[in-house]
């Protein structure tokens, strides 16, 4: 069974930073473009930010442009949202997403919170 495990959440201050993980596994990770999507109380849920299959792209929302930075680590199977420069709008449930032209997985989320 597919899966995707996402960890590196938890509760920080403003102007604080947070790097996110995603484990990928029982599937070809290097095929699929990855994303980090978030879902606020209240909000749609919204892209992120998005990485090609070999991660010659990037491209984010434009909320958090130059303040995030997705990545990903193909020996590893693993994706990465680097999160810098923290504002409480960016307190959500920060999913994990593997795409590609006949499959669409999702993590189980992992909640960001930032507060004094």
């Known amino acids: 069974q597919v899966q995707l495990v996402e960890s590196g959440g938890g509760l920080v201050q403003p102007g604080g930073s947070l790097r996110l993980s995603c484990a990928a596994s029982?599937?070809?990770?290097?095929?699929?473009?990855m994303g980090w999507y978030r879902k606020a109380p209240g909000k749609e849920r919204e892209l992120v930010a998005a990485?090609?299959?070999?991660?010659?792209?990037?491209d984010y929302a434009d909320s958090v442009k130059g303040r995030f930075t997705i990545s990903r680590d193909n020996a590893k199977n693993t994706v990465y949202l680097q999160m810098n420069s923290l504002k409480p709008e960016d307190t959500a449930v920060y999913y994990c997403?593997?795409?590609?032209?006949?499959?669409?997985?999702w993590g189980q989320g992992t909640q960001v919170t930032v507060s004094s």
């Open positions: 029982r599937f070809t990770f290097s095929s699929f473009a």
């Open positions: 997403n593997a795409k590609n032209y006949l499959h669409d997985y």
């Open positions: 990485i090609t299959s070999a991660g010659g792209r990037a």
